[in-house]
């Protein structure tokens, strides 16, 4: 199971639209790994999405939530290695049953490519996930410090 702590930022009855916490860097790369370079690359944009719960909740409340990792090797060698297979399967293809030459081997390998990666779309698009809600966390009062005390 993979768990991620999200945040209500606003609530439309028991539906929620939650904001994943962004995670600091770690020590070891002070920020200089592919995450954040690719981060820095395409924004930063927090993405939100709705959830239903079986009651209300508020606006800044703190949930986490858990997601079945069962499937995850299976959909990530889809999203992976499918453009590579057909990519390189049509430029196969291409060479041993056409006879073509190098410049149609190519048009065909990144036909193939943008092949498998129509399919993996698909295959991705139509996944659901089995998300279960692992902890409502209660709303906390900040503590302030008030003169005398």
């Known amino acids: 199971m993979i768990e991620q702590t999200l945040t209500v930022v606003s609530v439309k009855g028991t539906t ?32 939100t999405f709705p959830y239903t719960f079986e009651k209300e909740l508020q606006v800044g409340q703190k949930v986490t939530l858990a997601l079945d990792d069962s499937h995850l090797v299976k959909h990530a060698m889809a999203v992976y290695m499918l453009p590579l297979l057909f990519s390189l399967g049509f430029a196969l293809i291409s060479f041993s049953a056409f006879s073509l030459a ?43 410090q008030i003169d005398g005390d």
């Open 16 to 47: 929620a639209n939650l904001e994943a916490e962004q995670k600091q860097a770690c020590a070891g790369c002070n920020g200089r790994c592919g995450s954040q370079v690719f981060a820095k690359l395409f924004g930063t944009a927090k993405k």
């Open 102 to 144: 190098e410049g149609w081997q190519i048009l065909a390998a990144v036909i193939g490519g943008l092949t498998g990666y129509a399919i993996a779309k698909s295959r991705v698009k139509s996944l659901k996930h089995d998300i279960k809600v692992i902890k409502i966390h209660p709303i906390t009062i900040p503590f302030t």
